[in-house]
């Protein structure tokens, strides 16, 4: 499994951004695609997840001004809406895909996000 992350940037605070991550090589029907991000000094944290049903989680940090979704149809591609966006959350953000039933775990390349105040 293979995953393409894209759409990170430089953005002013309050302003708003769109990450998408393709999946390509064997991937299920029934696995749970998201997004986590770390920044430098940090640990990478989750920031939001969703399953093929379109069941989500996100962090506290991140409620009311992110959201991820599917594109319609698809096992492979995920987006994370980034609005209202604040200094803090500039990181490093990776797509990731959880699948089977030993749950493995899967990470893309990661995109820069940068806000500036």
């Known amino acids: 499994v293979q995953l393409q992350a894209s759409g990170g940037g430089l953005v002013q605070a309050g302003g708003s951004l769109r990450l998408s991550c393709v999946g390509s090589g064997n991937i299920f029907s029934g696995n749970i695609m998201g997004w986590s991000r770390q920044s430098p000094g940090k640990e990478r944290e989750l920031v939001a997840s969703?399953?093929?049903?379109?069941?989500?989680?996100y962090a506290d940090s991140v409620t009311g001004r992110f959201t991820i979704s599917r594109e319609p149809g698809t096992k492979n591609t995920v987006y994370l809406q980034m609005n209202n966006l604040k200094p803090e959350d500039t990181a490093i953000y990776y797509c990731n895909l959880r699948q089977g039933a030993d749950r493995r775990l899967f990470w893309g390349q990661g995109t820069q996000v940068t806000v500036s105040s």
């Open positions: 969703t399953t093929v049903g379109g069941r989500t989680t």
